[in-house]
T-cell receptor, first 118, second 115 residues
Framework: AQKITQTQPGMFVQEKEAVTLDCTYD???????LFWYKQPSSGEMIFLIY??????QNATEGRYSLNFQKARKSANLVISASQLGDSAMYFC???????????????FGKGTHLIIQP | GAGVSQSPRYKVAKRGQDVALRCDPI?????LFWYQQALGQGPEFLTY????????KSGLPSDRFFAERPEGSVSTLKIQRTQQEDSAVYLC?????????????FGPGTRLTVT
């Protein structure tokens, strides 16, 4: 069963607009962590933001925020004021003991290819 | 400071050859992970080390895949008798102890092409 679902294979957004990238997850464990990574064409995975399942507030890191809706098992990434350099693949990932990534490895979604247009 | 480095960046192997992929984690990082990323997919977990101990190898796809980290720093992923389906980018990541132990820092990857 797919543990992380990203339903948007690709998105085109105008520069300076806000972007929401969707992610839903599936786990039966009450303790888990959710992540977003950016992968530019160079290939390196860049950590953006983390949300723990017990965190009361939505995580924020600069222009990135995570819209965590626990009951819906949703962890959407919001990028405010998008920039041309935000064009990349974006992966949602989860860490839980039963997700197939081992106790500490991550399980990734298939990704969303975001293109920012001038 | 220096990030995670991997070598070689690109490797072409003929089917049946053995390959060895190297990962140098960030100095002092206790945890080390290997992932396999097929074209157009997200990375998939292969194996996990804490220091020199391989605590999880549940993601290794077959017994042709072997990983080691003998001194708790540099790690090598070895693939024996490579097959075409082994063609992928192999990513290494490391993470520290402490408050941000959840954060995995990835290297640039090794792109393996099996012909």
């Amino acid at each position: 069963a797919q543990k992380i679902t990203q339903t948007q294979p690709g998105m085109f957004v105008q520069e300076k607009e806000a972007v929401t990238l969707d992610c839903t997850y599936d786990t039966s464990d009450p303790s888990y962590g959710l992540f977003w990574y950016k992968q530019p064409s160079s290939g390196e995975m860049i950590f953006l933001i983390y949300q723990g399942s017990y965190d009361q507030q939505n995580a924020t890191e600069g222009r990135y925020s995570l819209n965590f809706q626990k009951a819906r098992k949703s962890a959407n990434l919001v990028i405010s004021a998008s920039q041309l350099g935000d064009s990349a693949m974006y992966f949602c990932a989860m860490r839980d003991p039963y997700s197939g990534g081992g106790a500490d490895g991550l399980t990734f979604g298939k990704g969303t290819h975001l293109i920012i247009q001038p | 400071g220096a990030g995670v480095s991997q070598s070689p960046r690109y490797k072409v192997a003929k089917r049946g050859q053995d390959v060895a992929l190297r990962c140098d984690p960030i100095s002092g990082h206790v945890s080390l992970f290997w992932y396999q990323q097929a074209l157009g997919q997200g990375p998939e977990f292969l194996t996990y080390f804490q220091n020199e101990a391989q605590l999880d190898k549940s993601g290794l796809p077959s017994d042709r895949f072997f990983a080691e980290r003998p001194e708790g720093s540099v790690s090598t992923l070895k693939i024996q008798r490579t097959q075409q389906e082994d063609s992928a980018v192999y990513l290494c990541a490391s993470s520290p102890l402490g408050d941000r132990s959840y954060e995995q820092y990835f290297g640039p990857g090794t792109r393996l092409t099996v012909t």
